[in-house]
């Protein structure tokens, strides 16, 4: 079956600091990789996607590039705000089936 | 921009009871779903609803669960009889149609704790 692993957090950053966030997955044939974000007191919200293979989702500043060779989609972004700080979820759906989650890795931005 | 909502945000209930949880997903989606997480834990898939009925299930879907799009617009999850271990939160999501891309919209949750 599906499966995704996240890195454990918090991760604790200063503001302007590099992420990374690891994720990594298990899947029957070739998924959509995800990586949503939930803000405090918030829902889920969709932060970037990729489709296939060596693509990269990019947006506010975020960045994950599909790769398949190594079953992996981390999370980057160059230089953290304060405002970036909440919990990344990774996930993966095949065709249109439902989404996998890994567990969340949560952010914590101090300036 | 339109935006899926639930209701209530927080919702504490005594086990053995009935809890409706609902939904009002995005005008013209078609296909509805419910997540939840325990605290602490990863988010989970319960069940999938399209064209007013189930079109896949977990196992934590049990009997003691049910969905409902009652009047069009809302979208209700039921459990009959609470259990300590039903406590978590609840998100509702909704995604257009196949022709566009599989993309859930996710509410922001109600959170239920059963005493």
């Known amino acids: 079956g599906n499966s995704v692993t996240q890195m454990e957090g918090p991760v604790t950053l200063s503001e302007e600091a590099f992420l990374t966030i690891n994720c990594t997955y298990t899947a029957t044939g070739y998924p959509s990789l995800f990586w949503y974000v939930q803000y405090p007191g918030e829902g889920l919200q969709l932060l970037l996607k990729a489709t296939k293979a060596d693509d990269k989702g990019s947006n506010k500043g975020f960045e994950a590039t599909y790769r398949k060779e190594t079953t992996s989609f981390h999370l980057e972004k160059g230089s953290v705000q304060v405002s970036d700080s909440a919990v990344y979820f990774c996930?993966?759906?095949?065709?249109?089936?439902?989404?996998?989650f890994g567990k969340g890795t949560m952010l914590l931005v101090s300036p | 921009e339109p935006e899926v909502t639930q209701t209530p945000s927080h919702q504490v209930t005594q086990m053995g009871q009935e809890v409706i949880l609902r939904c009002v997903p995005i005008s013209n989606h078609l296909y509805f779903y419910w997540y939840r997480q325990i605290l602490g834990q990863k988010v989970e898939f319960l069940v999938s609803f399209y064209n007013n009925e189930i079109s896949e299930k977990s196992e934590i879907f049990d009997d003691q669960f049910s969905v409902e799009r009652p009047d069009g617009s809302n979208f209700t999850l039921k459990i009959r009889s609470t259990k300590l271990e039903d406590s978590a939160m609840y998100f509702c999501?909704?995604?257009?149609?196949?022709?566009?891309?599989?993309?859930?919209?996710f509410g922001p949750g109600t959170r239920l704790t059963v005493l």
């Open positions: 996930a993966l759906n095949s065709g249109y089936s439902t989404l996998t």
């Open positions: 999501a909704s995604r257009g149609d196949r022709g566009t891309y599989n993309e859930q919209f």
